[in-house]
C-alpha cells in the first residue's frame, strides 16, 4: 500500500531524514519506533503533505502507486480527505475548545463521507455506545471530557470513515497506562474487524510488541531495520536494535 523508498528530508539545508526506505503492507499495523528527534513525526508530515515551510522531501513514496512526494497541494488534500486518518498525539488539542463535540464529531467524519448530520447522529451514536460513551457528548464541550475519552472520540471517527489509511503519531504517549492499553486495544479491532492499514508512531517497545505485525526502527533520521515484529525481537540486526531491546527490562 504505501511504499517509502530512498525517503530524504531537509530542514533549512539541514538533513534530518536519510534515504530511508520501508513498507506499510495493506491490511497490517506497521510501527515506526525510534528516539525522540530520529524524524518519525516529519516522516509522517511528508507522507501528508504536510511538511513545515523551510522543509523538503526528496524520493519516493508511493502510495497505490502514486508518489506522495510530487503530488500537488490539491491532490494531497484530496487524499487526506478521502483516504487517509490522521489521529495526533494530544486528541485534546486537534478538538476546538469552544465547538460542542457532535458538530467537531461530524466535521472530522460525517462531512468526509457525505453523510446528513441526523443520519450521522443516529450511526455515530452506536459507535460510541460500543466505546462506552453517551451521544450525550454531542452536547458537549471537548474541556467537559477527559484525555482517555477524547482519544475515544477519536478513534469512534476513524471508526465512522473506515480509512484506507491510518496514522497514528504517538497516540498514546498523553494517556495514563489503563488507557493506552485500552486504545492499543481499540486500534487491534480497527484492524482486525475492517482490516485498517495502520501505521503507528510511537517510542515504545511495549507497545510495538502488542499491537504490531511489522516494524521499523529509525535512529538519527535513518531506518537502520525494517522486519515482522516477532522476527526483529527475536533476532535483531542492528546494534542499535539490540540496544533498545535490551533495555526493555
Ligand atoms: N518544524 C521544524 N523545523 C525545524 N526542524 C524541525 C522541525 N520539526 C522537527 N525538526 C527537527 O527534525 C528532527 C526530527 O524531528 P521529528 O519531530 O521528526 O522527531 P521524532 O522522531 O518525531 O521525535 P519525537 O519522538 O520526540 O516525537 C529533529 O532534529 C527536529 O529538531
Ligand atoms: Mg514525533
Do not use: W
Not at 484492524?191 to 511495549?206: A, K, P, R, S
Amino acid at each position: 500500500m504505501l511504499d517509502v523508498n530512498g525517503l530524504s528530508i531537509e530542514v533549512n539545508g539541514k538533513r534530518i531524514v536519510e534515504e530511508s526506505s520501508f513498507v506499510v503492507p495493506r491490511g497490517k499495523i506497521t510501527s515506526i519506533i525510534g528516539e525522540s528527534g530520529s524524524g518519525k513525526s516529519m516522516t509522517v508530515a511528508t507522507l501528508l503533505g504536510l511538511l513545515p515551510a523551510g522543509a523538503k522531501a526528496t524520493g519516493q513514496a508511493l502510495y497505490n502507486g502514486r508518489n506522495l512526494i510530487t503530488l500537488s497541494d490539491k491532490e494531497m488534500a484530496s487524499i487526506r480527505k478521502s483516504a487517509v486518518f490522521t489521529i495526533f498525539q494530544d486528541a485534546a488539542n486537534s478538538f476546538n475548545s469552544s465547538v460542542k463535540m457532535g458538530r467537531q464529531l461530524y466535521a472530522f467524519s460525517g462531512e468526509r463521507t457525505g453523510a446528513t448530520v441526523a443520519q450521522f447522529r443516529m450511526e455515530m451514536a452506536v459507535i460510541l455506545a460500543d466505546l462506552g460513551l453517551s451521544s450525550d457528548i454531542f452536547e458537549q464541550y471537548p474541556f467537559e471530557l477527559s484525555g482517555g475519552m477524547l482519544q475515544r472520540c477519536m478513534i469512534a471517527c476513524a471508526l465512522y470513515v473506515k480509512p484506507d489509511l491510518l496514522i497514528a503519531d504517538e497516540p498514546t504517549s498523553a494517556l495514563d497506562m489503563v488507557l493506552q492499553k485500552e486504545f492499543i486495544k481499540l486500534l487491534k479491532r480497527l484492524n482486525e474487524e475492517l482490516g485498517t492499514t495502520i501505521l503507528l508512531i510511537t517510542h515504545d517497545l511495549d507497545i510495538v510488541a502488542e499491537a504490531a505485525h511489522e516494524m521499523v526502527v529509525m535512529q538519527q533520521g535513518v531506518v537502520v531495520e525494517t522486519g515482522a515484529v516477532k522476527q526483529v525481537f527475536e533476532q535483531p540486526q542492528h546494534s542499535y536494535t539490540k540496544r533498545l531491546l535490551e533495555s526493555r527490562f
